[in-house]
C-alpha cells in the first residue's frame, strides 16, 4: 500500500561533465511504498540519477528533500545520516572481497550504526536469511555465484534500515540463470512495502511490479506514467519508438 506523500522529492538534478550535460533538470517525487523503474537506452542518465540522489555523484544543480526536509550537502552530518536512509544496490556488488558474507553485512552496523558485534552479528543473519543466504554467511564472495553476491549486498542495504532503496541494474552483471533469484528477493522486499527507485532492462518484471515507468533519453526525463501507458499508450514519439522495440523483443506479454 502506497502513501500520498512523497517520501523523496527530487528537483532539477543535473550533471555535467566537460561540455556534455549527462543529467538535464531532473525531477521527480515517490510516494512511501511506491516502486519506480527508470527505463531508456544506454547513456540515457539512469545510473547518474540514481547517483545523484544518493551524491554518490556530485551534481552541478539540483535540491533533494527526503521527508519533507531538505538535503543540504554542505551539512555533512546531515549529508551522513542522508546517505543511511538511503540505500544503494549497485551493478557490481560492491562487496568486500576479504570479508565473509556475514562481515560485509555486519561491518556497517558496527562502524556506521555503532552497534555491538553481537547485535549487528544476529542483524546481519536475520538479513542474510531473509535473501536466502545464511547457510552461505560465512562464504568469501570468491566463493559465491553472482546471484548470491547481489543478494549479500541486498542483504547489507536492508541491515541498514533504509527508508528508500536505490537499485542501479541489480541483475546485469549475472548470467541469465541467476537473474530470477534476486528478481524474486527484490519482489519480497517490495511485499513488505520498501519505497524503491530501481532501473533495470528487465521489462517483464518491471511492468509486473512497478508503480510508474520513468523514460529517460539523453539526460532528460522524456515521460513518467504507469508501465502500460508507457509501454502502449505514450504521449511521446520518442517513447513510443523505443518501447515498440521493446514489445517486439519481448512480446505484448511479456509472460
Known sequence: MTDTVP???????TKRYGDKEVLKDATLSINKGELKVLIGPSGGGKSTLLQCINFLIE????????DGKEIIR???????????????????????????????????LVKVKG???????????????RVGLRDHMNQYPAELSGGQKQRVSIARALAMDPEIMLLDEPT?????????????????????????????????????????????????IVETGPPET??????????????????????????
Open 59 to 66: 551534481p552541478d544543480k539540483g535540491r533533494i528533500w527526503l
Open 115 to 129: 552497534m555491538s558485534r553481537d547485535k549487528a552479528r544476529d542483524m546481519a543473519i536475520l538479513e542474510l536469511d
Open 172 to 220: 546485469s552483471a549475472l548470467d541469465p540463470e541467476l537473474i530470477s533469484e534476486v528478481l524474486d528477493v527484490i519482489r519480497d522486499v517490495r511485499a513488505d512495502g520498501m519505497t524503491m527507485i530501481m532501473s533495470t532492462h528487465q521489462i517483464g518484471f518491471a511492468s509486473e511490479m512497478a508503480d510508474e515507468f520513468v523514460f529517460l533519453e539523453n539526460g532528460s
Open 230 to 255: 508507457i509501454l502502449y499508450k505514450a504521449q511521446c514519439a520518442r517513447t513510443r519508438e523505443f518501447c515498440s522495440k521493446i514489445t517486439e523483443l519481448y512480446g505484448s506479454s511479456f509472460s
Open 74 to 108: 554542505a551539512r555533512k552530518k546531515e549529508l551522513y545520516q542522508y546517505r543511511q536512509k538511503v540505500g544503494m544496490i549497485f551493478q557490481d556488488f560492491n562487496l568486500f572481497d576479504h570479508l565473509t558474507a556475514l562481515n560485509n553485512v555486519q561491518i556497517a
Open 7 to 13: 517520501i523523496l522529492r527530487v528537483e532539477n538534478m
